[in-house]
């Protein structure tokens, strides 16, 4: 490792943005299932993409995280609540919020979709949302001049109980699957799939673990901080690296194998 190559301040342009992998026992007794999602053609960043859901934090993510108790302007309270958002919002699942029954979840995505604030339709309900349950493990600011720049928290959750069949929102997202992190990177070998350098860095991080129990006692034993990917010169060629001490089973890629966003 160079360490004067390594990054020492958050980049001013960065989007403040959260992430949500969520976790489900499989049913042939292997490895969880997480649930990804295939970033549509003409989105501007990772098109065609598959990627765990999530989006950028909105300023009424903050009110409903000032609400739960977090302090004003606390960037992980409002993470958290970015993460539920944007899954119910891209899915139709409704995590981290048990009292929403699965034959409201419809016309609630609908309303969130149509703009209706979620601090008005929990306000309206007299509910809160389970933000306890959320286990971070990391969070990425790649800053790669062809993409935009996003600060995103990472977030893993044991999937919730439902009854209906998930759907993506067709102006972001084209497809939608569960497979556990072994086999979606099995599809990107192959060619099948798609997956930028952060989430092949943390599929191979979820790959170590066989169930969410197990990798949040994973998570619990590193420490979360900032990781933005520097270029190093290793074995005769440029690599794309980021730190060795944060859980990651593989720290470094060539460049010219890397798609960055």
Avoid at 87 to 94: D, R
Avoid at 148 to 174: C, I, K, M, N, Q
Avoid at 222 to 249: A, K, M, N, Q
Wanted: proline share 8%.
């Amino acid at each position: 490792m160079n360490p004067s190559a390594l990054p020492s301040a958050l980049p001013d342009n960065a989007i403040p943005a959260a992430t949500l992998v969520i976790m489900r026992p499989s049913g042939g007794g292997g490895p969880d299932e997480i649930l990804m999602v295939k970033r549509a053609a003409t989105m501007a960043f990772a098109a065609g993409a598959m990627v765990f859901p999530g989006g950028r934090i909105d300023p009424d993510d903050h009110v409903v995280a000032e609400r739960h108790g977090f302090a004003p302007g606390d960037a992980e309270g409002a993470a958290r609540v970015a993460a539920l958002r944007e899954t119910i919002e891209e899915t139709g699942l409704a995590v981290g919020w048990p009292t929403l029954a699965d034959h409201e979840i419809a016309a609630t995505r609908r309303a969130l979709l149509d703009g209706t604030l979620l601090s008005d339709l929990l306000a309206e309900r007299g509910e809160r949302l389970a933000l306890e349950t959320l286990v971070p493990f990391a969070r990425w600011c790649p800053n790669f001049k062809e993409a935009r720049t996003f600060d995103t928290r990472f977030y893993a959750v044991a999937a919730p109980p439902h009854g209906h069949e998930l759907t993506v929102e067709e102006a972001e997202h084209s497809q939608i699957f569960w497979a556990s992190a072994a086999d979606t990177l099995a599809m990107a070998d192959r060619g099948d799939v798609s997956i930028i350098f952060p989430t092949r860095r943390n599929l191979e991080r979820l790959a170590q673990a066989d169930g969410f129990a197990d990798f949040s006692a994973h998570a619990g034993r590193f420490p979360v901080e900032l990781v933005t990917p520097w270029i190093e010169e290793r074995d005769g060629g440029s690599h794309l690296c980021i730190p060795d001490h944060l859980g990651y089973p593989v720290t470094s890629e060539p460049l010219d194998h890397i798609r960055r966003g």
